[in-house]
């Protein structure tokens, strides 16, 4: 079957912000391909091509999609069905004043590392290294509620989450808060660490199959009010907050409150079985708001849905 | 073979600190069997038995085992070959002025639920559901080089690690600080979230089957300064601090002291490679220090052993 291709030579938008003009308006059950640019708009292209700062402009996501149907109060679901890498290379870099070890003595910033694409975009190579090539989209999210905020920022509303499990044969939920809920995605790395320590995956530019489908609010016995995962295995709430401490508790909450709807337990014993299964997880450390999942085996847990 | 067993009921520890006695000597090479009471010192038998605050002493760790050749320098490598659960049940709690939501309206402390064994120890049961038993060693560590810390703390000795990855199938390796290394361990878990939210597992007596070793530490061409963990398909560093962004650095800088030793690149790639494979994971979130762990690929890191 044809899918319908949305490029970011179209549209794509540095800040998620309530009110957005869609690029392409689809219905739900569409199946559409993402063509994004890499995270640094083609910046860096060989070792040379270092960054002094943070560029104002990163993480362009191609977008605003617009589901006809969505209005505030639905989820959306994307479902990523596969992520290519659309360049023969990759960039890994360090910038001042970003990035885990910002500052440590032995951390040298500016750099840049092209990381090759091989194997017919199945391996990237870094210094001798193979890596196999697991693309992941860093940045993905709707329209927020009230806020505005750049594309290097996550919050509710999704934004640059650098999330693992945002990868292929897994599933995201978002909250709709404005009509059309207004999806727009880039960011993609070919392959990166929990944590994205330095503060760069391999940014690379790609393709992504993804199926769109608006979930009627009415029918979900739960709020949700951040970005859920869905893996083959798990359920993970996704939350963002100033501290891994802060976004581990939001995180926390959300799965509790997904356990409290399936299990009809209370809260505190909701509570104690996240303390026994799954966990938390660490997703991004490095962006302004840092990013924290709880993972629920789906063996103690029914959709939401 | 017949295996030594030392019991809980020889002796504890409630502190690790620079000066133990051993209550057994073995040589490097020695499996052991190790039995541990339950970190609450059997206080909740009951959903009835709550606790009111943390007691004073929690977490004993039988030993001290004192390894022969083990000098300041060395490495004490730690193999669990076996960890079987030594009761008919395990309890979760909660306890006013712990956990990650403590102090949150909807959560209640105290609040015990005890967790049956069941399927010959093959599973525990929480509410309506079985969770098989995947035990854990939430505390194990040797005598520490200057201060003392109670068995409720984490740290470069180890000691309160609860460290999911510390469970049969994987070793965990110990900076050597005192002659003799004097390694103890308890406070297992039937059941362990990564995160430990709510401030237990399903605490639980146990028998540990170990076989230890001591390395020589003029063989080892980086320095060990806090625990490692080595399962089949990884090595992980593991950092306790105050604040989950303090022990995210120390555990990437020790992936990174690990990288530089076996690729001979310089910090600042080794920063870049630790930041496109494995990565950050989350120990525990509640204890007075908290831990965290980096995760790099047996792929692309060999043993500094």
Redesign the interface.
């Known amino acids: 079957m044809s899918r319908e291709a949305i490029s970011h030579e179209t549209g794509a938008i540095y800040e998620f912000t309530p009110e957005l003009d869609a690029i392409a308006t689809v219905q739900s059950g569409a199946q559409v391909t993402i063509e994004t640019r890499d995270s640094l708009d083609g910046a860096v292209q060989s070792d040379a091509d270092v960054l002094e700062s943070v560029p104002e402009e990163v993480n362009a996501a191609t977008g605003p999609i617009a589901l006809e149907e969505a209005e505030p109060g639905d989820v959306l679901r994307v479902e990523i069905e596969a992520i290519r890498v659309a360049e023969d290379r990759g960039r890994?870099?360090?910038i001042d004043g970003f990035?885990?070890?910002d500052g440590?003595e032995?951390?040298?910033?500016p750099?840049s590392?092209t990381?090759p694409v091989e194997d017919g975009g199945e391996t990237i190579v870094?210094?001798d290294?193979e890596?196999p090539v697991e693309p992941v989209i860093g940045t993905i999210g709707v329209a927020p509620e009230a806020d505005s905020y750049t594309t290097l920022v996550p919050h509710d509303h999704g934004g640059n989450l650098d999330t693992?499990d945002v990868t292929a044969g897994n599933a995201i939920y978002f909250p709709v808060f404005q009509s059309g809920a207004m999806l727009a995605m880039g960011d993609c790395k070919a392959?990166?660490?929990?944590?994205?320590?330095?503060?760069?995956?391999?940014e690379i530019a790609c393709e992504i199959d993804v199926t769109l489908e608006v979930i009627d609010g009415e029918t979900i016995d739960v709020d949700i009010e951040r970005p859920l995962v869905e893996t083959p295995d798990a359920w993970k709430t996704v939350a963002s907050a100033e501290?891994?401490?802060e976004a581990?508790?939001l995180a926390?909450?959300d799965a509790?409150d997904l356990l409290v709807a399936d299990?009809g337990?209370?809260?505190?014993?909701a509570?104690?079985?996240?303390?026994?299964?799954?966990?938390?997880?660490?997703s991004q450390?490095v962006d302004p708001l840092?990013t924290?999942r709880?993972?629920v085996p789906k063996a103690?847990l029914s959709s939401p849905f």
């Open positions: 890994v870099i360090t990035g885990l070890l440590h032995d951390i040298e910033s750099r590392r990381t870094f210094d290294l890596i693992t392959a990166m660490a929990d944590g994205e320590m330095c503060g760069t995956g391999s501290t891994l401490e581990c508790e926390n909450l509790i299990h337990v209370d809260e505190t014993d509570y104690m079985l996240s303390s026994l299964v799954g966990g938390l997880e660490i450390v840092v924290v709880n993972a103690y």
